[in-house]
């Protein structure tokens, strides 16, 4: 499966933006989707993920009550609304598949798409 995240960019602190996870190629109703994002001079940290169906979501206790994932199968797309930014939410974020059940650790998706670039003016 190819992703491609899109979305990003630059917004002030309590802003909105809205990523977006784009699949091409296999089914991907057949893939668990995560968010990871990484800012300068620190590691890549896991941000969300969602389950093939949607019914589950989890969160990472930064972004929890801020974030939000959906995702509609029908599109082969996955959303991730970014409420209440901050400025440390700033980095690059990146989306991830893995056809088996929903994982925190980046090592274990198969998948990744480029990364968009989220910035958060104070």
């Known amino acids: 499966v190819q992703l491609q995240a899109f979305g990003g960019g630059l917004v002030q602190a309590g802003g909105s933006l809205r990523l977006s996870c784009a699949a091409s190629?296999?089914?991907?109703?057949?893939?668990?989707v995560g968010w990871f994002r990484q800012a300068p001079g620190k590691e890549r940290e896991f941000v969300a993920a969602i389950g093939r169906s949607g019914g589950s979501r989890y969160y990472a206790d930064s972004v929890k009550g801020r974030f939000t994932l959906s995702r509609d199968n029908a599109k082969n797309t996955v959303y991730l609304q970014m409420n209440s930014l901050k400025p440390e939410d700033t980095a690059v974020y990146y989306c991830?598949?893995?056809?088996?059940?929903?994982?925190?650790?980046?090592?274990?998706?198969?998948?990744w798409g480029q990364g968009t670039q989220v910035t958060v003016s104070s």
């Open positions: 991830a598949a893995r056809s088996q059940v929903v994982a925190w650790y980046g090592h274990e998706y198969d998948y």
């Open positions: 190629g296999r089914t991907f109703s057949s893939y668990t």
